[in-house]
């Protein structure tokens, strides 16, 4: 199971998600999330994690000369689109990417598989007309239909206490955690990424 701990702000908790056994740590690269930072932090967090780690670069809806920049100074990220870029942006790096997609009940699975089949994965949030991920809130997991066929990472208020519930009643490749593991918004817990990891770790279900 994949495990990203999303908005990461600083050294200090890109370390200790790391240390603990996160996959891969989210950078926000959206001036308007309260999680947002710098390419120059960027730039310092992917360098001090180990190379087995991931830094993803979260996107909402940037310029290709924003993403450009990007890749040039963190050439090994991974891209996650957050925004309504179309498979045409999306794939114009010559990286592999992550689309993420706010769903709800009219959310058509099938189209989303057919335009975006080839994605590394895509990420299922729950939809805010404001926040583009970090919400802190769950959507109905059994919206998602058997018509997706394309790996998945879920996302949207995840965290110890629900986590295993999770897994019980969603076919995903992956997890996404932010707020659930923070004891402020920006600000990581050791004790809740910790407890978050261990339980999908320890997961059988």
Not at 112 to 131: H, R
Request: aromatic content about 8%.
């Amino acid at each position: 199971m994949f495990i990203k701990i999303c908005g990461i702000t600083n050294l200090e908790d890109a370390y200790t998600a790391a240390s603990l056994g996160a996959d891969a740590v989210g950078l926000m690269m959206f001036e308007d999330s309260p999680r947002f930072i710098s390419l120059k932090e960027a730039v310092s967090i992917s360098k001090a994690i180990p190379k087995e780690v991931t830094s993803v670069m979260v996107f909402v809806n940037p310029t290709k000369e924003y993403v450009q920049e990007c890749i040039q100074e963190v050439p090994l990220a991974t891209l996650q689109f957050h925004g309504s870029e179309d498979l045409s942006f999306c794939s114009s790096f010559n990286k592999s990417f992550i689309k993420a997609f706010q769903v709800d009940s009219d959310t058509n699975f099938k189209q989303i598989s057919k335009e975006f089949s080839s994605a590394k994965m895509l990420l299922l949030d729950s939809k805010n007309k404001i926040l583009k991920g970090g919400t802190g809130k769950t959507f109905d997991w059994d919206i998602i239909s058997k018509d997706l066929r394309v790996p998945f990472i879920l996302a949207g208020g995840l965290n110890s206490d629900n986590v295993e519930a999770a897994l019980t009643t969603v076919s995903c490749v992956g997890l996404d955690v932010s707020t659930g593991v923070e004891s402020s918004p920006g600000k990581k817990d050791p004790e809740k990424i910790k407890e978050f990891i261990t339980k999908v770790r320890n997961f059988n279900g």
